[in-house]
């Protein structure tokens, strides 16, 4: 077995052609969960929903966007949002008041108007930080609380990974095997690249089962090209400008508290992965900005929230490849991508059971991230208050599936398991006596270990 894989900061030193492979990884990584948004929603809205080219224009130009806000600094994927489809969902619904004669695509802008607003919402907590410094509201989110959170949001994604590895057994398996082969034995450029090769071998043999004639076991072809061959080769996004209306505000706006608890966290996971305090430099305000201004801007043209990715952290935690750069690049694929629909269709193909396979390996990175931060940040668990704190957010996260919806005059508002699971960890170590945990020393304290 190989020695641990050398860190890399600089993927330049590595030459062109295997930064733009790297990029290429980044990219499937993202891909699925990304277009998986617009899909579903516009399954709400009867096929007048999201726009997949729209979808991966503003995930591309976002991320950029995200990067120019945060110096450059953080090695960060911005792609579509979940919390928000149950908003999209309620809009979709809607029939009263000027909804009451509208058709779902003139629905489906006023849905984006309400993002837009939960976007600016980050802004409000980024000037919060801003003022009162990131010390005092670090002092709410100890590794005590993140670490847990982080492991959450890794393990609230399993049932996604299982669900999708079912439905062809064998390919998921193969995708798996691959990229544990290539992680594990995997020599030079091959080390750092085995979630593409995952892929491109799964996919591989995914095709020579369908050229065989073998079908999933629920008698569904293994691979589908009808909306490959229908597509254009080139074509322009088919924008929507975003409007506005009280009642759509109050659906979406509120999943903003979720979606910046879920940020902190996601940064958190980011900063443990890479061994730099991203919440300190470039600071938490710039990583809120850069988020909620890319989350505005693509709502605002008719395109999904956008937030930071879970499945981008696992693959920097495989690769190694710590470079911000080979992020860009894949929000550069993005955008090309979303000039081409037929491409964008033809990796669109890729089965589940292959996305089930690789997702294995990175939902399990991202809860084993949480574990490795409540480690080197030395969490005692000595203490009862500490105990209680994680054991409620871990059950929380992992409990409440559906999260909890209530409503606010006509509105139903829900809060997801995360936002739960961080509103009450937040709450629950503010008045637990006993706290043990000095931002500005812990930061420091990483960075001298590194």
């Known amino acids: 077995m190989n020695q641990e894989k050398e860190i890399i900061y600089d993927a330049r030193s590595m030459g062109v052609p295997k930064m733009l492979l790297l990029g290429l990884q980044h990219m499937f990584a993202m891909f699925g969960a990304t277009i998986l948004v617009p899909i579903l929603v516009d399954g709400y809205f009867e096929g007048e929903g999201l726009s997949i080219q729209v979808t991966l224009l503003c995930a591309g130009i976002g991320t950029l966007f995200f990067h120019l806000c945060t110096r450059l600094k953080v090695p960060a994927f911005l792609g579509s949002s979940f919390a928000f489809l149950g908003g999209f969902y309620t809009v979709s619904q809607l029939n009263t008041g000027i909804f009451k004669d509208m058709t779902m695509g003139e629905k489906l802008p006023y849905a984006c108007g309400g993002i837009v607003v939960a976007g600016a919402l980050y802004l409000v907590l980024a000037l919060i930080v801003k003022l009162v410094g990131v010390k005092r509201v670090m002092r709410f989110l100890p590794p005590v609380v993140t670490g847990p959170i982080i492991i959450c949001i890794g393990l609230s994604l399993a049932p996604s990974a299982v669900n999708n590895a079912k439905t062809n057994w064998i390919l998921a398996i193969t995708a798996f095997a691959v990229i544990l082969v290539f992680n594990i034995w995997g020599k030079g450029m091959f080390k750092i690249i085995p979630i593409l090769m995952g892929v491109v071998i799964s996919y591989a043999v995914a095709f020579i089962l369908y050229k065989c004639g073998i079908q999933n076991p629920d008698g569904s072809a293994i691979l589908n090209f009808t909306e490959v061959a229908k597509a254009d080769w080139v074509a322009l996004q088919p924008f929507q400008i975003c409007k506005f209306n009280l009642t759509a505000i109050l659906v979406m706006a509120p999943i903003a508290l979720a979606t910046m608890m879920e940020h902190i ?156 699971a961080a509103i009450l960890g937040i709450v629950l170590n503010a008045i637990l006596p006993g706290k043990d945990y000095e931002f500005s020393e812990n930061a420091e304290q990483m960075e001298a270990g590194k």
């Open 265 to 420: 966290g996601d940064i958190s996971a980011i900063s443990a992965t890479t061994g730099k305090n991203f919440i300190s430099d470039p600071g938490l305000h710039r990583t809120l900005i850069g988020d909620g201004l890319a989350t505005s801007l693509s709502a605002a043209f008719g395109g999904p929230a956008n937030t930071t990715y879970g499945e981008n952290t696992g693959v920097l935690e495989l690769s190694k490849v710590y470079d911000p750069r080979v992020v860009r690049l894949a929000a550069v694929y993005a955008i090309l991508l979303s000039f081409s629909p037929k491409i964008a269709d033809c990796i669109g193909s890729l089965p589940k059971s292959i996305i089930g396979g690789v997702s294995f390996m990175l939902y399990g990175m991202i809860s084993a991230i949480g574990v490795r931060n409540v480690v080197e940040n030395k969490v005692d668990f000595t203490k009862s208050r500490n105990l209680i704190v994680a054991a409620v957010i871990l059950v929380s996260g992992l409990g409440f599936g559906d999260g909890i919806t209530f409503m606010v005059g006509e509105t139903s508002i829900t809060l997801t398991a995360l936002a739960i």
